[in-house]
């Protein structure tokens, strides 16, 4: 006999049968199907509206999604590079953006060109605008993937977006954006063999620097292309590419240049503030290289933590102090206009003369003496080194500035010419 | 604002970007081959040798086997085939080699299986130090080496494509390849070390060139779908 409770009651036959619920869940799923479907389907419609919209409304849309596009396998080709934060090349995917604030910095001339041309549109073909360049960059960006040579495919990238603008815009607009066009001509990675024999150089050349330097500094070593073998313990430190500093180097440079053309230097300061932060991170490198290897013997970890630092650290040191001697610079510059300091700079030049000779006679004293001190100490080697570690810095600091001002005093002659292009007597003014 | 001459210009750059990104599917389709070498070439027998895993990987992870055919007495020659597709893949022996202590001391092109064949490039190196091995002679370790790409239907080519601006006509040629006539390439060295008793490495020679005609003949079938 079936109990009671088994059998389904008449008023919730469908609710009991378990087949029955299996059908009301299908209803159900069936429903919440239905429901993401058209929901799906309403969220395409709105998103495509959306789009639609913002093409209709924001043309430079149809440009630039595209053009994003086509940069994405050699965006893919150039990674290697771009994504080494020790790379020479690491500055390069920013060149777009450094790019686009110069742009950004001449929108009113832009803005009052555009005006200009609607007012009088230009009458010959390449003040038009054509579609020429664009289609030469179309071509090469092609020709860039079935040589699969990166370099090539940036080039052709260029072309497009300078085409673009020259088809849209005119002759005149490419005219007065010349400044960021060429900048944007850094991101064009250089050839990999080049890069690489560069690097090589700067590596190797940096490696013998610090080991002279060392070598001062009375931590004796021979190098042997970028090896470093330390006397008498033997050990052996081997630097790494990073070690050329052209990771710091370039990057400095790049970043100098465009602040001087963001901020619209004259020629000579956009010429002479990068190489001042080429040499500036130059040296600074092999501050880090020649520290690298003192400590190699003392403490690795220490040279560790110095040969894996992060360039950006040093590049933004560079800047720092780029900054801080272009302030000097430019005090000195405008120190020198007025008459007193006209008057000075003439006469400085016999004064570091004097300097220098003063210097080099105090130096070699000290230089004798320090070097007794840096000898008698080695019983201790510990205080030895540090004394030397102090002392020779020093001694050549009192040799350099000697250096530097006899230097001066002989391009005396140099200096007062110079001075007299500079400021020229009322009475030629009056001429 | 004037719509159309973006619209216009967009689909200009779409149409060049969706090509160039067709152009790399055509060049990964054209590293998909890897042909079946025989085990046994007459009297001599294979062991599977697989390519340094360092070496695959600065190749670009292409696919690659490499076998050693050992002869009845013990002369062993080696063979790597590289499946080739985008130009990573395209290292020049006369670059790996000279960089892995080798200097090249001589080349020559010559048709590899009678005058109706491809050609393929036989080059000889010697070590840059001399080997403790090598007791006779001038003591230096020396090698040879045939080295072509062959295609599907059995074309070969010996020029190099590493270069990037140096070999561009080479590489142009291989693109246009891949791309437009969807050729499939491999890279294949065989290359065995000189005996010091074989001084004037004759023996050397016709090993390696018996190996190389057997590779070719069999890629030529594999190609052809035999």
């Not at chain 1, 159900?28 to 395409?44: C, D, E, F, V």
């Not at chain 1, 990166?150 to 010349?178: D, P, Q």
């Amino acid at each position: 006999m079936i109990p009671a409770t088994d059998t389904p009651t008449p008023t919730s036959p469908i609710a009991e049968t378990p087949s029955s619920t299996a059908r009301a869940k299908d209803v159900s799923g069936a429903k919440r199907q239905l429901n993401l479907a058209s929901l799906a389907r309403q969220t395409g419609a709105f998103l495509w509206l959306v789009l639609l919209y913002l093409w209709l409304n924001l043309p430079y849309l149809w440009l630039i999604l595209p053009y994003l596009l086509a940069w994405a396998v050699p965006f893919v080709w150039c990674l290697p590079q771009w994504a080494d934060s020790n790379h020479p090349q690491v500055i390069q995917p920013w060149i777009p953006v450094l790019a686009f604030i110069l742009i950004a910095s001449r929108r009113k001339h832009l803005h009052a060109l555009l005006r200009a041309v609607e007012k009088i549109p230009p009458k010959t073909w390449l003040e038009r605008g054509n579609s020429a360049l664009l289609i030469l960059g179309c071509l090469l960006y092609l020709f860039a993937h079935l040589v699969q040579i990166k370099g090539i495919a940036v080039i052709a990238l260029l072309l497009i977006a300078v085409g673009a603008v020259h088809a849209l815009f005119g002759g005149r607009m490419i005219k007065s954006l010349w400044i960021p066009i060429v900048f944007s001509l850094l991101i064009i990675p250089p050839p990999d063999s080049a890069v690489d024999w560069v690097l090589l150089k700067f590596r190797t050349i940096s490696v013998k620097v610090a080991g002279v330097i060392l070598n001062a500094l009375h931590t004796g070593n021979k190098t042997t292309g970028w090896t470093m073998t330390f006397s008498p313990s033997g050990d052996v430190l081997e630097y790494p590419i990073p070690a050329g500093g052209l990771g710091v180097i370039v990057p400095s440079i790049i970043l100098t240049l465009w602040w001087t053309l963001l901020w619209r230097q004259k020629a000579i300061t956009c010429l002479v503030l990068p190489v001042l932060s080429g040499v500036i991170a130059l040296i600074l490198n092999i501050l880090r290289v020649t520290a690298a290897g003192f400590f190699a013997v003392r403490s690795p970890k220490i040279t560790e933590i110095l040969l894996q630092l992060n360039s950006w650290i040093l590049v933004a040191i560079t800047l720092v102090l780029v900054f801080l001697a272009s302030k000097a610079l430019s005090a000195l510059v405008a120190w020198s206009k007025k008459k007193r300091g006209a008057k000075a700079l003439r006469n400085s030049g016999a004064l570091f003369s004097r300097a220098g000779k003063a210097f080099n006679a105090i130096t070699i004293p000290f230089d004798y003496l320090f070097q007794g001190i840096g000898y008698l100490s080695k019983q201790t080697r510990r205080a030895g080194s540090v004394i030397n570690l102090i002392v020779v810095p020093f001694d050549y600091l009192f040799r350099g500035i000697g250096y530097l001002f006899t230097l001066f005093g002989r391009s005396e002659q140099l200096i007062e010419k110079g001075l007299k292009r500079l400021f020229p007597k009322k009475r030629n003014r009056r001429r | 604002m004037n719509v159309t001459p973006f619209i216009k210009l967009g689909t200009l750059i779409t149409v060049t970007a969706v090509l160039g990104t067709f152009a790399s599917f055509r060049f990964k389709n054209a590293g998909a081959w890897l042909p079946t070498i025989p085990a046994q070439i007459g009297a001599w027998e294979a062991i599977d040798y697989p390519p340094n895993r360092e070496v695959i990987r600065q190749l670009g992870n292409p696919l690659a086997m490499g076998r050693t055919y050992i002869s009845p007495f013990g002369e062993p020659v080696w063979v790597s085939v590289i499946a080739a597709g985008a130009f990573e893949n395209y290292h020049d022996p006369t670059v790996c080699v000279t960089g892995g202590g080798f200097v090249l001391t001589s080349k020559k092109v010559f048709p590899i299986d009678g005058s109706n064949s491809g050609p393929v490039r036989a080059m000889v190196f010697r070590s840059q130090q001399k080997s403790e091995r090598i007791t006779t002679g001038d003591g230096y370790l020396r090698m040879i080496m045939y080295y072509w790409q062959q295609n599907r239907d059995g074309n070969t080519d010996t020029e190099a494509r590493m270069g990037n601006y140096r070999d561009v006509a080479a590489r142009l040629r291989t693109g246009f390849g891949a791309v437009a006539l969807g050729k499939q390439t491999c890279l294949v060295r065989v290359y065995a070390p000189v005996d010091q008793d074989d001084k004037k490495a004759e023996q050397t020679q016709r090993n390696v060139a018996e190996i190389s005609q057997a590779i070719y003949r069999a890629m030529k079938k594999d190609g052809a779908g035999l």
